[in-house]
């Protein structure tokens, strides 16, 4: 099975976040577009989560820690682990999880 | 933990195939730069996999099909799928798996 990036539609999944999903059998892949100043509050899951900065600057926080991401930027998000961020400017991320998020689909 | 992309030496796993990888707990992420003409003879794992293609341009066999995949393309290949492709010109690839690619670390 394949997919144009560009044929996906995106999901506002929570205010200001926007994602393109593809879905496996074990693991979601999430682009998300992100609008400048958009939180998303801190939270967590069961799934494991490795988050990717593609473009612009990502305030996260991770168990208690913030920092600032950029381009180039992944970040090991274990299962259960507490995390939140917030959109420095617009961004542009990819998130992979396993297993996949069901919510999402 | 965190990683930036610039600061991971990149293994050429096959000839003219040099991943920078992220591992997590249940999943891997390989950052793939391929030479113009490598090739990836046909194989199976019992890992799922996505692949993304970020730049370049990428002939891939799934399951005896094969096509050729751009910037923005995504193909999702289940577990024990035969696969395999060849670099039309430089290529940058992403590959998902799920479970980690033990044999990578």
Same mark, same amino acid.
């Given at each position: 099975?394949?997919?144009?990036?560009?044929? %996906? %539609?995106?999901?506002?999944?929570?205010?200001?976040?926007?994602?393109?999903? @593809?879905?496996?059998?074990?693991?979601? $892949?999430?682009?998300?577009?992100?609008?400048?100043?958009?939180?998303?509050?801190?939270?967590?899951?069961?799934?494991?989560? %490795?988050?990717?900065?593609?473009?612009?600057?990502?305030?996260?926080? $991770?168990?208690?820690?913030?920092?600032?991401?950029?381009?180039?930027?992944?970040?090991?998000?274990?299962?259960?682990?507490?995390?939140?961020?917030?959109? $420095?400017?617009?961004?542009? $991320?990819?998130? @992979?999880?396993?297993?996949?998020?069901?919510?999402?689909?």
């Amino acid at each position: 099975m394949n997919f144009k990036l560009s044929n %996906i %539609i995106p999901k506002e999944i929570i205010p200001g976040y926007h994602a393109k999903m @593809v879905h496996g059998e074990n693991m979601s $892949l999430a682009f998300w577009d992100v609008e400048k100043g958009a939180e998303v509050p801190a939270h967590s899951h069961m799934h494991e989560q %490795i988050m990717h900065v593609l473009e612009g600057s990502f305030e996260f926080t $991770l168990s208690g820690v913030s920092q600032t991401y950029e381009s180039g930027d992944l970040v090991l998000i274990p299962s259960h682990a507490v995390h939140g961020g917030k959109a $420095l400017t617009a961004c542009k $991320l990819l998130d @992979v999880f396993s297993p996949v998020r069901e919510e999402y689909k």
